[in-house]
């Protein structure tokens, strides 16, 4: 039997200002906006979104995660932007899972007000979609409840996607100035470490998805997660089978140790939109799940062809 395919993309930051209003415009999101038009913008071209498109329409995974930083200043028409290009892909909110990234939470207002979480409603439904068949074939019966449904802020929220369990985490806070750390939270913390043991996802593959780096990857970071020790801690407690995450814009790959010693992959994505040559170029991943181990390929944007190819094939399991 095939095996099941998960594509990972992440931060497109789509860029879009229609319907915008002046007073859309103080404060950080003004600052972030000048960045972007005088910077941002020659950073991330939408039409490496355009190629990366075509290329997951042809590739045909059976689901897609994306992990945030669908916006620049958290716009509701950068969002609107993002629908209509998840809407080109022919895919079902049953078949994308979607979480926010610091883009994605830049000012207070769209925080409490839950604006990301509204607009991707769709996107976050908790439990089984279409694809709730066990790998392997057999119907899977409907499972006993998971831990309580989560009424601080809905996350973790947990989606049931072939051998699947998609642990989708929020590492999102609103920053001051233009800080782009990130912090789980106490509370949250909790509710992934009860998630993560549940009985629910016992036989399942636990695929955590969140936006910032758990792991230091670079020397000096002052950007990345708040709490990643704790998180991390929590993985070698109740284990997981693979982390993915974005944020920095680069291939980045780790492992942390979970329970009995066995190393949990923590794997970042490059950009789907950023311009950068080589490495950094606009790229996204597929893994490949067939019940004995992981792959992982990455695809990306070739600069003289104009088309998204394979550059990379790992076995990570």
């Known amino acids: 039997m095939p095996p099941y395919r998960l594509a990972h993309v992440t931060d497109p930051h789509f860029r879009s200002f229609e319907g915008a209003h002046v007073g859309d415009f103080v404060g950080k999101r003004a600052v972030g906006a000048l960045n972007l038009l005088v910077y941002r913008r020659r950073r991330h071209k939408m039409d490496l979104l355009t190629a990366l498109g075509a290329d997951l329409r042809a590739q045909a995974p059976d689901h897609l995660a994306l992990t945030g930083d669908l916006s620049n200043v958290s716009l509701d028409a950068e969002w609107r932007l993002a629908l209509r290009w998840l809407e ?25 007000g839950r604006a990301f979480e509204t607009m991707f409603a769709r996107y976050q439904t908790a439990g089984h979609g279409d694809e709730s068949v066990a790998y392997g074939g057999a119907a899977a019966g409907a499972p006993a409840s998971l831990p309580p449904p989560l009424p601080i802020d809905g996350y973790p929220f947990v989606r049931f996607r072939g051998p699947l369990a998609l642990v989708s985490v929020n590492s999102c806070v609103a920053t001051r100035g233009l800080g782009a750390w990130g912090r789980i939270g106490e ?65 980045e790959e780790a492992r942390v140790p979970g329970p009995g010693g066995e190393q949990i992959p923590i794997i970042g994505a490059g950009s789907a939109s950023y311009v950068g040559s080589g490495e950094r170029r606009a790229r996204y991943n597929i893994y490949e799940f067939d019940g004995a181990g992981i792959t992982v390929v990455t695809r990306a944007h070739d600069e003289a062809t104009g088309t998204v190819r394979e550059v990379r094939r790992d076995r990570l399991v």
Do not use: M
């Open 88 to 112: 080109g892909l022919g895919r079902s909110p049953e078949e994308v899972t979607i979480i926010p990234g610091n883009h994605d939470a830049y000012v207070p207002d769209v925080v409490e």
């Open 187 to 251: 509370d949250q913390l909790r509710r992934i470490e009860v998630t993560l043991g549940s009985p629910e996802l016992r036989g399942r593959v636990r695929v955590v998805l969140i936006h910032h780096p758990p792991v230091r990857h670079k020397g000096v970071e002052d950007r990345n997660l708040r709490d990643r020790e704790e998180f991390t801690a929590l993985l070698g407690r109740a284990g997981a089978d693979l982390v993915l995450h974005g944020h920095d814009h680069q291939d």
